[in-house]
């Protein structure tokens, strides 16, 4: 029978509603897998390739053949506003069906919360953090429910995959089964996913059906990409201030007029871009069309910006960080602007997937700059260019993305969910370590560390032992948990909230002066009061110096984009997608490549003075520089050692001879063992619930998750075994 035909008959009417003239390759096979199969099953397909419908229709074609007096669909997804989105899109979808659908977050009002509550029916759409509210407090509620449910859709898999909140969403998914007492067919969804054998074994964790794998078999994309560098001088700031007023004057000739998206890599960079876009259209009496659009910024503007690149008789510029990374749907974009480079070829699939949808042309932009500092060639090379070349090449050549990355000791995980057990439900230590136990998420812990962390809980009150020897939350434990965002497992970044009379702008991490000027969502204001007690920062509009308020984090890089820039220095090869002026920034780059071993591991600066470049990602390159400052410093009689170029190399003193300290540091690395660290790692906390966590855990998670001495090993010095296979 053709898979349209066997579509529940309520689809096919939306399908010619729509004029459609063919279903797409990735839904016919996720039609098949869907309801011709028990198992799991893993959508992978490009961005707006109809991954959602692939989904939807025949697993709401199941439900119209055999159905369910309880929820029949878990859809779990990451951002709220993704959620909104897709209730939007599955409404209508379900408009002439027998099907309900409701969303369960924080910004959806208790009214809808009680209705699907009291009558489960159709499709539930939630966030990992309301799901873990519903687990702990109404663990009855979820029982009837999801009484008879029979998928969950995890939508944008990848945002979860190595991650503190993909693991807890991997112990909710384990609860809920062991609750029902049998294993709910899960459907993910991913546009930007490599290794597909990670994902399916993600995916089927902690149950014994297998993952079937839809891939789209659609063609290459049309792309129409092009690449700008500016070189801003370090000792002159009028020519750099000059250069950088160049470069927003280009920005702004980019997008004015068209449906844009611009993304950056923190906060404090939008700010600046849609400050500088909004000045230049107010200085040329245009309207003003520009919006911020992150995490510190209110949901409400959040949501203005988002509608505004909805309509579609308006031209409208969204500047912003991964909050537009993922698949709302914001219509059709004119194209995209990268300021800066993305960390990750992930980020990049996922920013070039918002534009060129429905088979038309995907159009890029990247805009970088570099600061030469003249203290050696490698430091000035221009490392953001190299970067963005790299990672389009490897998405080009190969349609490389990243893997992620297994967390062998997730303690900050392991006692979040503790606690949640034990606000659940009181349990035996015996019955509480099954439990936890029986979530694959802590296949690696062994008992003994968990062991500890629960005599340090008992010990600090957390929780607590009954007469009976049961155990139940302490004090401390109840009122860690009590607050509404004990729920999520990411780090908490809630700071000060900055009001203009009641209307809530956002939210900055530090404390400004009174009488500054902030920045926040692409205006400036001046801060006339600050609540310390309640949190809240007052304001009023400013035209006085701006000032950014938020902490900058790091960036993870791959050792394969490290090795592709190296690459791009060392081949000839032209890239058509650079400007004329940016194509002789790159042959300059390159002679200076030219005079530098990039072949050796380091290079010798002078008396004493060692330049590491073993071209490593930054999780090798952190372990390095860790290693040189703390277990190895007296060994190899190093003075200092500091990060240069980006990351992309170790600046040292030393009182060995070059050679030797290299023979010294080959037989130091070699001898040294992850658990020959721990006692010198710090404890700093890192991971969200590290403060809850023993300071011996906390430093062997800092190891373990934050280091890889055996891959730093492995890289700099293979095997024998390796060499054969290589």
């Known amino acids: ?22 279903l797409r390759d990735v839904q016919v096979q996720a039609i098949s897998e869907i309801l011709d199969s028990p198992n799991h099953v893993l959508i992978a397909a490009g961005t707006a390739s109809g991954k959602t419908e692939a989904a939807f229709f025949p697993m709401l074609t199941k439900l119209t053949q055999s159905p369910v007096n309880s929820f029949g669909i878990l859809y779990i997804g990451p951002l709220k506003a993704l959620i909104n989105d897709q209730f939007e899109r599955i409404t209508d979808l379900l408009e002439e069906a027998d099907f309900p659908i409701y969303a369960w977050h924080g910004d959806r009002s208790q009214s809808e919360k009680k209705r699907a509550a009291v009558r489960p029916k159709g499709v539930l759409q939630i966030t990992p953090e309301a799901l873990e ?29 190595g991650t503190d909140r993909g693991l807890q969403l991997q112990c909710q998914l384990t609860r809920i089964d062991r609750m029902l007492d049998r294993s709910v067919r899960r459907v993910g969804l991913s546009a930007t996913i490599h290794d597909y054998t990670a994902a399916r074994r993600w995916l089927s964790a902690g149950t014994k059906l297998d993952c079937s794998l839809v891939e789209s078999g659609e063609g290459a994309r049309k792309l129409d990409l092009k690449m700008e560098h500016y070189i801003l001088p370090v000792n002159d700031e009028d020519s750099a201030g000059l250069i950088k007023q160049q470069l927003f004057d280009d920005l702004y000739h980019q997008v004015w007029g068209r449906k844009c998206l611009i993304f950056t890599n923190s906060r404090g960079e939008t700010e600046e871009a849609v400050c500088a876009l909004r000045e230049r259209a107010e200085r040329r009496g245009e309207p003003d069309c520009f919006y911020a659009h992150h995490g510190s910024i209110s949901a409400m503007l959040r949501e203005e910006a988002e509608n505004k ?9 969204a500047v912003a960080t991964r909050t537009l990374e993922l698949g709302i749907d914001l219509g059709g974009l004119d194209r ?12 990049f699939v996922q920013r070039l997937g918002r534009t060129g949808r429905r088979g038309t042309r995907a159009v890029m932009r990247f805009i970088t700059t570099s600061k030469p500092e003249g203290e050696s060639d490698f430091e000035d090379l221009p490392w953001e260019l190299l970067q963005n070349i790299a990672i389009v090449q490897l998405y080009i050549e190969e349609h490389w993305v990243e893997s992620f990355a297994d967390k062998p000791c997730p303690y900050s995980v392991l006692f979040h969910q503790t606690l949640s057990l034990l606000m659940q439900a009181e349990l035996s230590p015996k019955e509480l370590a099954r439990r936890i ?68 702008i956002g939210e900055v991490d530090s404390v400004p002066d009174v009488q500054k000027t902030i920045l926040l969502a692409g205006k400036r204001w001046l801060v006339t009061e600050i609540d310390t007690e309640r949190k809240v920062i007052y304001v009023v509009p400013s035209k006085g110096p701006k000032k950014v308020l938020w902490n900058s984090g790091g960036i993870d890089i791959d050792d394969r984009i490290v090795q592709r820039m190296r690459q ?23 002679k200076r490549a030219a005079n530098m071993d990039l072949e050796a591991p380091y290079s010798i600066l002078g008396d004493q003075q060692l330049l590491l470049h073993p071209w490593l990602g930054s999780r090798k390159m952190h372990t390095l520089l860790f290693l040189l400052n703390k277990a190895l410093a007296e060994k ?87 060499l054969l296979q290589q």
């Open 309 to 317: 690149l909805r309509e579609t008789d308006k031209p409208a510029v």
């Open 133 to 161: 509210g519903l687990l702990m407090n109404r663990s009855g509620d979820v029982v009837r429910m999801f009484a008879e449910l029979q998928f969950v859709v995890i939508d944008e898999l990848h945002a979860f995959m």
């Open 568 to 590: 791009v220095l060392l081949e000839e090869k032209e890239y058509l997608y650079l400007t004329p002026g940016t194509k002789d920034i790159l042959v300059e780059a390159r």
């Open 1 to 22: 029978m053709s898979p349209f035909y066997r579509l529940a008959p309520f689809i096919q009417e939306y399908i010619w509603n729509h004029h459609w003239d063919e």
């Open 636 to 722: 190899l009689r190093i003075q200092f050692a500091r990060f240069v170029g980006m990351r992309m190399g170790i600046f040292l003193y030393t009182e060995l001879p070059a050679a030797e300290f290299w023979e010294h540091l080959v037989c130091a690395l070699n001898s040294i063992a992850p658990e020959d660290i721990v006692p010198i790692a710090p404890s700093t906390p890192v991971d969200r619930y590290d403060s809850q966590v023993p300071e011996e855990l906390r430093r062997k998670a800092y190891v373990y998750n934050c280091l890889d001495i055996n891959g730093l090993k492995d890289v700099l010095f293979p095997s024998k075994k390796t």
């Open 336 to 347: 995209v602007v990268q300021l800066g480079a993305p960390s990750t070829c992930s980020s």
């Open 437 to 504: 136990y029986a979530m694959p998420a802590f296949a690696s812990v062994v008992q003994q560390d968990y062991l500890a962390l629960l005599r340090h809980l008992l010990a600090t009150d957390v929780i607590e032992k009954t007469e009976t020897g049961t155990l139940i939350p302490g004090l401390l434990g109840e009122r860690i948990a009590g607050n509404y965002r004990f729920l999520s497992v990411f780090a908490d970044n809630s700071g000060f909230r900055v009001m203009y009379h009641q209307r809530e």
